[in-house]
């Protein structure tokens, strides 16, 4: 099976990813994007979660502050103006339904999830609607991917050619969410 290509993950990513998250990362398959300083931005989660769960969303933004950025552009009511984007533009709904194939194929790629076939995340292909998913997938796929989550990362606070992680240095925590000692 060809799997995308992500970075493998060490205990260490996982111990990060759990701290930036404030809680443990569940069934993570891989790191998606890093920050230029090395931690983990985007991580790819598996399409089935261990209980059973379909899950949608492989490309899940970890790094607190670009989730920030994005909660804050999503505050603007930009997601109005990008579905009114997709609705006037023939070129932007044909590169978002292609970016959507795309995710589905990244996906399929870790398994075949009868329950979430077709589905992506983040509205797609059809609309825009959460910013996060689609920021994650621009950053786990690269420039031009993407449209929308590209257009929000342009327009974001937060750039993933500026690393602005924070100390997580404190003891990680456990399947409650609780710091082990």
């Known amino acids: 099976m060809t799997r995308p ?43 089935r979660l261990a209980d059973g769960t379909p899950f949608p969303t492989l490309y899940y933004l970890c790094h607190p502050a670009a989730t920030a950025a994005i909660s804050a552009l999503e505050a603007t009511q930009v997601m109005n103006e990008y579905n009114d984007l997709l609705a006037d533009g023939a070129d932007v709904r044909a590169a978002y339904q292609a970016a959507h194939e795309s995710f589905l194929f990244d996906r399929d ?27 994650a997938h621009s950053l786990a796929a690269g420039p031009g991917v993407n449209p929308v989550g590209d257009l929000a990362l342009e327009r974001a606070t937060w750039s993933p050619t500026v690393c602005e992680c924070l100390d997580y240095s404190a003891a990680p925590i456990d399947e409650s969410g609780a710091a082990l000692a």
């Open 5 to 47: 290509p992500f970075d493998p993950f060490t205990a260490a990513d996982i111990d990060l990813v759990s701290a930036q998250l404030g809680r443990p990362a569940r069934n993570v398959v891989g790191i998606a994007a890093r920050c230029v300083c090395g931690a983990p931005t985007v991580v790819a989660t598996a399409p």
């Open 109 to 135: 790629q870790l398994g075949s999830v009868p329950e979430i076939a077709g589905i992506s995340s983040g509205g797609m292909p059809n609309r825009v609607k959460c910013l996060h998913a689609l920021a």
